[in-house]
């Protein structure tokens, strides 16, 4: 044994000779000086079991003061995402410390500022708008992690906040510290006294952590001393300033809504306190004054996790409507179902979007198909306030898929299970804008709604001794409570819009608590409401960060022929567009080929040309998802260089193009098709208008002009792909798109003219839909389980029940059985003295389905890919790249389908592909919505602006329940808008007759109103409070006056347009 | 969404890795030699023993030689060189949190692969042709799974050798390396939690286990299962754990000197080598 090891010693001697500059060479990277091995028990996912987990922790002692940021990527132009632009440097000593820290304004302010948890988690808004006043901020790591772990926005926005403060800021500094590996930080007493075994048990993480923040305070406290710069720590937990006071460590503890008030006295123009969260306050007062509770107590996290692991509760997210009703999506097992959430006790405070855990109340308590009914009907007459949809609203249902109810064996019938709320597992708080109550004259004479506010008012407002009130906020989202904000500047907010942020929702409170956050602007403006609705719905509105421009390529930049790309410039391109279209991103050609055939072209924008996959201009147009078309403007994907220039397919200058060319015979036969990236020259940009004219010229000149030549051609093989298309089974269906003339000076609706539906629209939709599909199948040829698709669910039969039986009523059976026969029916449901009955018809089928949806091919069946709206069974979207996402996708997969480019590596990822595709569906529904308030904001301002207008009208539904006042659903074509209106008849009027199979109302024998019957109309628009106006509607004939006299009802009618090309919906 | 593309964390924060090393360090490793002394001894004086338990980290894997010993078969035998023979295997306590399935290592085929790795580097590192038609055995167990155990393995089975005192070309070093894709950072000797984000869900992500011959610069293993999209990101992942096995040379190096000390003295009567298993 000797002999062997000293032979291993001789080799390990020659090793050493022989290459002694290998070892000298490399220094060894030795691990850190200490090291820890701290254990958890942590619970597994599925079953619950309880496992030990150990991982490792180095501490290191070369970490100095922590980190700070230069920003160094920016100026280099590198395609880099945000992470790298901004790197991190060490601080070495007190020295390099002082040369970073800025002055505050005065001495007070010369401080540095230490952020513990809760602040981070709650009071972001301070800090990141007092930048004179705390000009220092520090950072702790475990602040940060804590953040993570708990509310995923404020950290993103911490993160934010210290990269910016290291990018433009010059007179802040902001700090990052690692106190989880400092070895002068972290908490290693545990280790010390691990033989006390009592002892440690004691402390829990969280007093760890406050520990651990508190040496951060200690050592800048020590490194500062006799310095001008004061060391605050800056904490809400009261037991962690206790100890703080004991310390006696060079630094201050202080609560922040103190620090700001402190602040606010110096400085009175920053109102801090305003922006302080009342989060803090509600758990003190909650012990002290002990407030009764409204609410049922939440149970705790720790129990909450443990019954929902036990199976005891349910977790979910919770979705609502308005604030009455509410849905969480279960999952027990496989099967999902959506449990639903009546009342506002049940509720118990928790608001959509919030992730919850719920109980399942008992089977009595579980919603009979009856009282479902019962309680629609309700809800329907409150809810007079409603914006109408082009397709149905997405319900429970179809976003989640999850069916709402469940059937119960022995009853033998469905029973919609009901639950309660018992805890929140992760809130949804974001911010929301909205106006604060404001008493006004007009308000008392006013319907129930505004008296209800009134009364919320009353009982929440309320001065506080230190001159701040309690306000009462409406949010602007009917799905968010009123909130009750704090302020001292409530004067200057009256009559204001403000975004305003949640804070809590303590049990003894019946509103949830929030903070001012910013002004957006005086309410009923133009500018501020659609400001106010892009904020509502979330839709980046704000110019593109220096980052995104950076990837842009220089203004000089030309485009130039190269080699890899084929040159179509030959071909006579040419696109078809609305009027004043700047961002074209489709284009087509159309010529004989020597052989008889036609050679048919579609140029695509090369989009992807320009934006390289994970660059930051990607990964923002990714977030963005969509261009956002507003009446009065368009929010843009890509930046406007893109958008309107490089990327747009203008005539007569030359433009990167992806192409696909097919080989078709006159009788349209597709032969062949080819995909190119190539150069196109457009030789024309015509308007709809102009392709029209095209079309409608007599045959014998066509062939003069290469143009109109072009337009003939394909205007014939797109009626041909169309008759083929309707043969299939696709539908036609119809939205009431109207649009507004626009003042040029002020952009003021000055008249509603209907969209105009050319048979070039038809002609280029035809194209983009052959372009679409055979996209679709290339890339799911190469790509199956990758593929960025757009399906569109068969409809289910009891959403279209109601359109089935009013059809009924007029002589008409519609099938839907499948695409096709409802197309047909939907043919057949002619009726001559109304022509538009059938438009009328198909608009109303269309808001019996459920949207469109992107989806990535490996997520579906291939089943249920299926488009039934085209009759197509794979469908996507490729030819809108400039204001898509789901486009850019999916040339990037062609592209890599056709080997000119390699698949970028996040797009192989199937989870990164379904967040992906839910952000777009998201983000698309949003953009629709925005367009539907904007439309909205546009008609007020239209109808306001002018004596009230008579306009024909037709009957959408007749409300035939007894014991309920009589009242029908109207619509009006010309504008795209409808209502409800009651009539002015009471409900126990003897001479009223409701006949229920006929949607119909007889009164008196000869007034009666069916389905479908074309009526007559007043609209106008009324203020009923300060800033909140809105259309009514009279029913004008048939009239009812002869029994009352002057019966006027009204009701808020909302506009149900849409607006622009770009709005089809699959 | 957009969170969750510019989601970073703190390695892009402050250089520093989820347990606190710095993207260039590999984590505490401990070589142990001869912690197993009866191997060996019951043959004949040619057969070589050795054994060594080698921690990287939370994993711990211990490696046993012995040979060069007869085949089992007759056919097993090559009549120019040596064949060299592994089994790894794992205790069913290893995994440190999330795969805990037991396994059946004859079957397992995550182990099978593993041992052909081990054993085409092994037959790499060692002088085979000097004992023609024999055998060497090596047995691996991993006691502890926190991340990299192929590399511990091979650090394990090269340490062994050492101690056996089979000749070797060079002391065979193994580390893997992978790329953080939130921050585009080169890591070196990933733990659990690293690799396991560099699997499937995070595209982009890259871990490479490797082995080398770090004095003679040899390239003998080195396996990558991610998606690399382009050449030079494989130099770059390659480049950064090869610089990792040139550490842990020098910590084999190290802790080979020390027992070869230890030994030497003993050799003069000047101590005695007390193994902390020899004294349990």
Known sequence: ???????????????????????????????????????????????????????????????????????????????????????????????????????????????????????????????????????????????????????????????????????????RSCIFFPDMHHSQTAHIEEDIDSNDSNEKKSTSINDENDARIRNIAILYGEHLRGTNFRVILLTDDKASREIAKKDKHFYEARSVRSWAKELDSLHPDLSLADLVAQYGSSDTKNNTNGNTDIFQPHVGQTDLSLGVKSGRYYRGVIRSRDLSSAFVTIRRGEERLAITIEESDDRNRAIDGDTVAIELNSLEKWITSSDTKKKEEKDKKSSTVEIVNETAEPTQNDLTNVPDTITVDDAAKNLKPTGRVV?????????????????????????????????????????????????????????????????????????????????????????PLGHYVETIGPAGSKDVETEVLLQQFKIAHEPFPAAVLACLPPNDYKIKMVPERTDLRHLP??????????????????????????????????????VAAGSAMDLEAANRSTSTYLVNKRLDMLPALLTTDLCSLKANVDRYAFSIIWEVTPEAEILNVDFKKSVIHSIAALTYQQAQSFIDQPDCQSDDDPQVGAVKRLASLARKFRKKRIEAGALTLASPEVKFVLDSESLNPTDVQAYALLEANALVEEFMLLANITVSKKILRNYPTLSVLRRHPSPNRAM??????????????????????????????????????????????????????????????????????????????????????????????????????????????????????????????????????????????????????????????VDTAEKADPSIRLMVPKYGIEGQVKLPVSCDDPKLIRLPTENKIVYDKNISIQ?????????????????????????????????????????????????????RSF | MGSSIRRTDLLALSNLRNDGRKPDEIRRMRVQLGPVSNIGTDNSSETAGGSALVEMGLTCAMATVRGPIACIRRSDELPTQAIVDVIIKSVPFASSGGDRRITNPNSDRRFIEMSHLIKRSLEATLLLQLFPKSRIQVTIVILADDGGRLCCAINAASAALIDSGLPIKDILCACSAGINISSDTTLIDLNRQEESSSHGSKSGAVHLPCAMLPQRGTLVLSQCEARISNFQTLDRVLEAAMAGCRVVFDIIQAAVRERASALMQLRNGQGTVIDSFAVA
């Open chain 1, 1 to 171: 044994m000797q002999e062997e090891d000293q032979e291993m010693m001789r080799m390990g001697d020659e090793d050493g000779d022989e290459n002694g500059d290998t070892t000298t060479t490399t220094s060894i990277l030795t691990a850190p000086s200490l090291y820890l091995r701290p254990t958890f028990f942590r619970q597994t996912r599925k079953k619950g079991k309880i496992i030990k987990s150990v991982t490792e922790r180095y501490l290191r002692d070369d970490l100095g003061l922590g980190c700070y940021y230069v920003d160094e990527g920016l100026m280099s132009n590198r395609r880099s995402d945000d992470a790298t632009v901004a790197k991190p440097r060490t601080i070495d000593d007190t020295k390099h410390l002082l040369s970073l820290l800025r002055p505050g304004k005065d001495n007070k302010t010369n401080a540095v500022v230490i952020c513990d948890t809760n602040v981070l988690l709650h009071n972001l808004d301070v800090l990141e708008q007092s930048q004179q006043v705390m000009p220092n901020l520090v950072f702790p790591q475990t602040s940060l992690v804590e953040c993570r772990s708990n509310r995923m926005v404020a950290y993103d926005r911490a993160v934010e906040l210290l990269r910016e403060v290291g990018e433009m800021h010059h007179n």
């Open chain 1, 423 to 511: 805890g929140i597992l992760r809130r949804n708080f974001a911010n929301y804008s909205g106006s604060i109550y404001e008493k006004t004259s007009k308000s008392s004479s006013s319907s129930s709604e505004i008296s209800e506010r009134e009364k919320i008012a009353l009982e929440n407002e309320r001065e506080h001794p230190d001159g701040s009130s309690t306000c009462v906020f409406f949010p602007m989202d009917t799905k968010i409570p009123p909130i009750l904000i704090r302020t001292s500047q409530r004067d200057r907010f009256l009559g204001q819009r403000i975004v305003v942020a949640m804070d809590s929702w303590p049990s003894y409170s019946s509103y």
């Open chain 1, 800 to 957: 279209f029940e109601g359109l089935i039986s009013k059809a009924r009523c007029r002589g008409f059976e519609i099938d839907i059985e499948n695409s096709k026969r409802l197309a047909d029916s939907l043919d057949a449901a002619q009726s001559e003295d109304e022509p538009y009955f059938n438009k009328l018809l198909r608009i109303l089928s269309t808001r019996c389905m459920s949207p469109a949806q992107y989806f990535c091919s490996g997520e579906y069946r291939p089943m249920e890919w299926h488009h039934y709206g085209l009759a197509a069974p794979v469908y996507t979207h490729f030819t809108s790249p400039i204001r898509r996402y789901a486009d850019v996708c999916v040339h990037r997969l062609l592209a890599a389908a056709i080997n000119v480019a390699p698949l970028p590596p996040h797009l192989s990822s199937k989870s990164y592909l379904h967040d992906l595709c839910a952000n777009m569906n998201r983000r698309h529904r949003a953009a629709q919505l925005a367009g539907r308030a904007s439309v909205q904001l546009h008609t007020l301002i239209f109808f306001g602006s002018g004596p009230p207008k008579e306009e024909d009208a037709y009957v959408l539904d």
């Open chain 1, 1011 to 1063: 389905v479908f019957d074309k009526v007559r109309v007043k609209i106008w628009v009324r203020e009923i409070e300060a800033y909140q106006r809105e259309l009514v509607m009279e029913l004008i004939s048939p009239s009812f006056d002869l029994s009352e006299k002057s019966n006027k009802r009204k009701v808020e009618i909302k506009s149900s347009e849409k607006k622009g090309k770009k709005s």
């Open chain 1, 573 to 610: 391109v040419l696109s078809i567009d609305p009027p004043g279209c700047k961002d074209i991103d489709d284009a087509l050609h159309c010529i004989v080929l020597p052989n008889g055939n036609y050679q048919v072209g579609v140029s695509i924008a090369d989009v992807t040309h320009y």
